[in-house]
């Protein structure tokens, strides 16, 4: 074959020759063909098809009662024990070995007594007590507003969250998942790959105030799982947090309601606007807990919009007495 | 000596050895420079203890800023031992020495003329005069050609964020950096430049060895090739470094020290050391003294022609946002040196190497760009690892002020577009901005209004407003304003702490 090519066209070929180039060249003919056939689309590009992931649901098996434990007090570790014990105990919500994320509020670059973001001592309550189920792992993650390095060292919540034994984990920009949330307003969003593969999440937000929907509890708490062009959602703030609302169903809540920032939030930044509650409030009922907590920013919850519509779509109660709850101080 | 009789311990391995330690630290403080990881490191170190950074500066700023003086360890020893740093020391000369070993397909014979000196190699030093001219005169370009802050910018801006790509190990989210691509292809280029001769850029253009060379030229310790002993056999030609004629007359200047010719030598005729009674002669630095002086001559006549353009200096610029604890502009140009320091600490990518923005004498110097991220209100790492104080080391406290006392460090003022900002042009919800001021009281004040929509009814809509006295110029609501593309709110530079001319408002 080599050689053959080597000669003028002047030079015959002989029939064996011939025979070889004539198949040599059918050969490449049938395989551009081949690549033609195979790659003909209609797109310009090629895409791999994206995944789109669900949400899992995350809720405790059986029913829970009482659904709200309030505690007033002054240790977060006894607090938060003692509220969690009063609905059945740590082991009713996690299972040895199952993988927990928990989901503080760590939105902004703001010392612990600025009261910005969770209450450092209240995380590591939680990391305390979530151990004591055996989880095979405990990972502590937010999406962060401000540089999240700077937000997870200031607020004290690495530090909080890794010396009780937990891995704190900020997501990269390949982190991010689309996960159809299914909401009225939010359909598909990235979603942070921790939340995806989680087998039970625990939410603990704080109490604060925020301008556009007059405070951020719970509910609001669920922006911190979306990347993508999350400043949109407040252009319609009430449907996004009841739509985050009902696609992330939580095992277990634990209001930080230890301090509270009342006003300039949801950054804060002035101690004149921190004011103390020494209170906890853990349950299964997000709407709840918010309804008690919009009372200590002196909100009328009934006035909300998304919390209308959260019970509404059965996420809950805006009547927290009617939920089933217990107040107590330890 | 014969081959055979090889001896471990010689200068030349000495020698590879802090040239790998070196490099290891230089790599290691690129590693370390961000909020997570500096703890405390000396990560500036190579740029405070640069020679020409001391000099230049010092020609600029008439100081010996902070850690400057580390130069001295440097300065003093290359008067003695001559030209040492660019190849036991220097992390862009050892680079440079390693990656010319490289090249495939050089035949070992070549390296003989590879390694002999040539006229070209004199450029440096005209490089040298225009640059030292061009500060004398008070415009600090060392930066440029700097071999320090070259690498430290050719590899905050370029290499680390291509090396990074995908796998997140030096950074938390991808870096951007305007202009990455022309950083990075001039620092290809220069490693590309080795294919020409070996360490082309050390022996033909760089102005701190320019600077080191003659600085050596009355050291004591040299090469000394005893000419009895020597056959001319030119074999210490095959590893020379810095192309300076070890077989011949010894051209001081170029010589890195590195040894090797010592090794290389199988007459043992080359030793280190001080002048003995058969040592040959050494030639002289070799430059066209008139070619020296119009060198100068141009570059100082560049400076009225750049001090006549316009630039942030002569004209408040609004794109020129510089970081918190910058020196006026003026003092700026005359200590950044375009190291990219602070654009390595920066936790959220807001610092960028500018390129006309400032005009040319602040090309890749840092400016704010806020689509790309913002500047933390509590912040101050730039100003911990700026080399040369051109952004100033602040307190966290220095920095956000105290309320009814100190005001916080101000970068600029926020400014609505009302065309495209959603509450105002559109009717529709928004205030991202207000939310993420992080000021307190919030510089970002709203007022509900009531609102016509174009059916004619009616509803209550928050309407931003920035309060100028309160805005710092951080330029989060820039960076998080929905309207991706060009904010609908964005900062310049107006207001800026560091300036008593770029203000607008009175009693201010």
């Known amino acids: 074959m080599t050689s053959s090519l080597r000669k003028t066209e002047q030079d015959m070929l002989d029939r064996r020759q011939f025979m070889k180039r004539a198949a040599g060249l059918c050969a490449g003919a049938a395989g551009a063909a081949g690549v033609s056939w195979i790659a003909s689309s209609d797109a310009p590009v090629r895409h791999a098809a994206e995944k789109i992931y669900t949400l899992p649901t995350f809720g405790a098996e059986g029913t829970i009662h009482p659904r709200l434990a309030i505690v007033h007090g002054a240790d977060p570790v006894t607090m938060v024990k003692a509220a969690v014990d009063r609905m059945g105990g740590i082991t009713r919500f996690i299972k040895p070995g199952e993988k927990v994320v928990i989901k503080p509020n760590v939105a902004w670059d703001r010392l612990p007594e600025q009261a910005a973001n969770t209450n450092p001592l209240v995380v590591a309550a939680v990391v305390q007590l979530v151990m004591e189920a055996r989880p095979s792992s405990v990972v502590v993650t937010d999406v962060s507003l401000n540089d999240p390095l700077r937000c997870f060292d200031r607020s004290g919540i690495r530090q909080a969250a890794e010396q009780a034994g937990a891995k704190v984990w900020i997501p990269g920009a390949n982190d991010f998942r689309s996960a159809n949330l299914d909401g009225e307003l939010l ?69 930080d309601a230890t301090r509270s920032l009342m006003a300039n939030g949801p950054t804060g930044g002035s101690l004149n606007d921190v004011k103390v509650f020494d209170t906890i409030i853990a349950g299964t009922d997000e709407v709840a807990i918010d309804s008690y907590s919009m009372g200590l920013l002196g909100a009328d919850p009934a006035t909300v919009e998304f919390m209308e519509m959260s019970q509404k779509r059965g996420l809950g109660v805006i009547d927290w007495r009617s939920a089933g709850f217990v107040e107590f101080s330890v | 000596m014969s081959k055979d009789k090889r001896e471990p311990v010689t200068l030349k391995n000495i020698r590879r050895i802090w040239s790998v330690f070196f490099v290891a630290l230089f790599l290691f403080f690129f590693f370390s420079a961000d909020f997570s990881r500096m703890k405390g490191y000396q990560v500036g170190l190579f740029l405070q203890a640069d020679p020409l950074v001391w000099l230049a500066g010092l020609l600029t700023g008439w100081t010996v800023y902070t850690g400057m003086a580390l130069a001295l360890f440097i300065i003093v020893p290359t008067l003695f031992l001559g030209r040492f740093f660019c190849s036991w020391i220097c992390p862009l000369g050892i680079m ?224 020129v946002i510089r970081p918190p604890g910058s020196l006026a502009e003026p003092d700026f140009l005359r200590r950044c040196i375009k190291c990219a320091m602070c654009m390595r600490a920066c936790p959220t990518n807001v610092l960028q190497p500018a390129l006309l923005e400032a005009g040319f004498e602040g090309l890749w110097t840092p400016v704010l760009i806020n689509q790309i991220g913002w500047c933390e209100s509590h912040c101050v790492m730039c100003g911990q690892v700026c080399p040369t104080g051109a952004i100033m080391p602040l307190t966290v406290q220095q920095r956000a002020g105290t309320p009814g006392k100190a005001p916080p460090m101000k970068l600029g003022t926020a400014f609505y577009d009302r065309g495209r900002c959603l509450p105002w042009a559109m009717n529709v919800e928004c205030i991202v901005c207000e939310e993420v001021c992080p000021t307190s009281p919030k510089a970002i004040w709203f007022e509900v209004k009531e609102i016509t929509n174009r059916d004619g009814s009616t509803r209550k809509l928050k309407m931003p407003y920035v309060d100028p006295k309160l805005c710092i110029g951080c330029g989060i609501c820039e960076n998080k304003c929905p309207v991706r593309d060009k904010a609908a709110i964005r900062v310049t530079s107006v207001g800026e702490t560091r300036s008593k001319t770029n203000q607008m408002l009175l009693g201010k």
């Open chain 2, 96 to 319: 440079n020495q390693w990656i010319s070993r490289l090249w495939p397909g050089r035949r070992r014979a070549e390296d003989y003329s590879m390694n002999e000196y040539r006229p070209l190699f004199r450029l440096k030093y005209y490089i040298l005069a225009a640059l030292l001219a061009l500060a004398a005169m008070g415009s600090l370009q060392i930066g440029l050609l700097d071999p320090i802050a070259l690498i430290h910018r050719s590899f905050i801006i370029s290499v680390g964020p291509a090396a990074d790509l995908g796998l997140g190990v030096i950074y938390q989210r991808p870096q951007l950096f305007l202009g990455g691509a022309l950083i990075g292809a001039l620092f290809i280029a220069l490693i590309l430049a080795n294919r020409h001769s070996p360490r082309f850029w050390c022996r033909a253009l760089c102005p701190l060895g320019a600077m080191l060379g003659v600085i050596s030229l009355g050291s004591v310790y040299r090469i000394r090739r005893d000419v009895d002993k020597c056959t001319d056999c030119n074999k210490c030609l095959r590893g020379c470094q810095g192309a300076c004629d070890p077989q011949g007359a010894l051209r001081i200047a170029e010589c890195h020290v590195c040894m090797n010719c010592i090794d290389d030598c199988p007459e043992d005729a080359l030793t280190f050391g001080v002048p003995e009674e058969r040592s040959s002669i050494h030639a002289p630095l070799d430059v066209n003294r008139r070619r020296l002086m119009e060198t100068a001559v141009a570059a100082a006549a560049l400076y009225p022609i750049m001090k006549s353009s316009l630039t942030g200096e002569t004209t408040a610029q609004a794109a």
């Open chain 1, 187 to 255: 359909k598909v969003w990235p979603v942070s790959r921790a939340f995806l593969e989680a087998d039970r999440v625990i939410n603990i937000p704080m109490v604060k105030h925020h301008s556009l929907c007059g405070s951020s509890l719970a509910q609001k708490n669920w922006y911190g799982i979306l990347g993508g062009r999350r400043n949109q959602l407040h252009q319609n703030i009430h449907t996004s947090i009841a739509d985050l609302a009902g696609a992330m169903r939580p095992t277990l809540t634990v209001m």
